[in-house]
């Protein structure tokens, strides 16, 4: 009955290139959510090219990204972009550890996924575990690895490589964000050289700089303010329902540059390496840490899975670091333990660097897509309890443990 009142024919909604496709908030690790605006052409054309060169994509490829499909990878990396090349996905609702850790190695042997896209959080995650629930499976099918979403630890990047690639298949260390659309620093694989932790060098038409706290552009090795000179396809158009915000936040600080937020290193062979958010930086005694990189030193002790760093006010050094550490299964957190992963980072790093509190984090908080909340830790470490709009956490039981186990220094 209902049929019979329609016609069979159904019109296709005409949309401009620049119509809005869809708005997505940001993660709100830091700050108010923004909804960041993509439109119909730039963003397609961006995403459908990135994921064809990026995962050197072919018909007869299997492709896998883990991520969710709600969140910015999910959109441009398991929705538009394949979608656009008519690729074959696998998609995932599940844990990587449900019904066991080699839930990923048995997807990847039963479809045969030649292309695998990942987070180092989930690297991470399944690294703890060992080498044996991977080798459990053959994983023969697999020539291309990604990652996405936070500087990956050159150990998380060594373990994916031997490990789950077994040094067949080149990694793609892929550097981008909501408001990019799509990847813009990036090896293509197999034809750039890779240096793990490296997203090496930009994208086709993507114009990065280096700008030190002026300003000004920096050449030749340096590190500083990640920002970008031109604009790609694929880039956001707006903060929704508030283009002043858009504005002020990408860019009003550097006038002319698109201001990523993220600090960022080059080296002498023009690598790109992200040290992570800027406000992620903390300035010890008049030296510039990352805590990326303190970080990276703590995980590389076989006790610690995981690790975060933060900044908490000192009365002489302006900021001390604060570290939470996420201990291997099975390993007791210790005095003795405690004094190894001071060393491990005073000798890494160097003396500057000597973590002032290192705490037992037995979870860390974080958002639905993993990202950790450091704005939440920041607060922990300081043993403020007003933590503010929490809503995008995944577990929020984490919290008061963390806030037991604080280690009560003087301010
Ligand atoms: O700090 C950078 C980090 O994630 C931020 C973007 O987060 P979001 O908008 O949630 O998008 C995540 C998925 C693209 C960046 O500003 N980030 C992302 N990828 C990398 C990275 N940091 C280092 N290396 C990466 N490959």
Not at 152 to 178: H, L, M
Request: aromatic share 12%; charged share 20%.
């Amino acid at each position: 009955i209902l049929l019979s009142g329609v016609s069979e024919e159904c019109e296709p909604e005409w949309c401009d290139s620049e119509d809005p496709l869809f708005i997505l908030y940001t993660s709100g690790s830091t700050g108010k959510p923004k909804g960041v605006l993509h439109t119909i052409g730039g963003y397609m054309l961006y995403v459908a090219t990135t994921f064809k060169l990026v995962f050197d994509y072919h018909p007869e490829d299997v492709y896998w990204c883990t991520a969710d499909i709600g969140w910015i990878t999910g959109h441009s990396y398991i929705t538009y972009g394949p979608l656009a090349n008519g690729a074959t996905s696998v998609l995932f609702e599940g844990l990587p550890t449900y019904p066991d850790v080699s839930r990923m190695w048995e997807i990847v042997d039963k479809y045969q996924v030649t292309k695998f896209y990942t987070a180092p959080t989930a690297i991470r995650l399944l690294m703890k575990y060992g080498s044996e629930p991977v080798q459990k499976y053959k994983r023969d099918s697999l020539k291309v690895l990604g990652t996405v979403g936070e500087p990956i630890n050159p150990e998380a990047w060594q373990w994916y490589y031997s490990v789950v690639g077994e040094k067949r298949c080149p990694v793609v260390d892929t550097f981008w964000q909501t408001e990019t659309g799509g990847h813009v620093l990036t090896p293509l694989p197999a034809a750039t050289p890779m240096k793990p932790g490296s997203a090496t060098f930009p994208f086709f038409g993507v114009v990065p700089a280096i700008l030190n706290e002026s300003g000004e552009e920096l050449e030749g090795p340096s590190e500083g303010y990640l920002v970008f000179k031109q604009p790609w396809p694929g880039v956001m158009r707006t903060v929704f329902g508030n283009h002043q915000r858009f504005e002020t936040t990408y860019f009003e600080q550097f006038p002319g540059y698109y201001v990523t937020g993220d600090g960022c290193c080059r080296d002498k062979d023009g690598y790109y390496w992200i040290t992570g958010r800027i406000d992620d930086m903390l300035n010890v005694s008049g030296h510039l840490l990352s805590t990326a990189e303190v970080e990276s030193a703590l995980v590389e002790h076989e006790a610690v899975v995981e690790a975060a760093v933060v900044s908490r006010p000192h009365p002489v050094k302006g900021e001390s670091l604060y570290c939470f550490v996420t201990l291997t299964e099975g390993v007791s957190f210790s005095r003795t333990l405690e004094a190894q992963l001071k060393k491990q980072v005073r000798e890494k790093i160097g003396a500057i660097a000597t973590p002032d509190f290192i705490q037992n984090a037995p979870g860390l908080p974080k958002t639905r897509s993993g990202k950790i909340m450091r704005r939440v830790l920041r607060k922990i470490a300081r043993n403020e309890r007003d933590l503010g709009d929490v809503s995008t956490l995944a577990d929020s039981s984490v919290i008061e443990l963390l806030f037991q186990n604080h280690c009560c220094g003087a301010m």
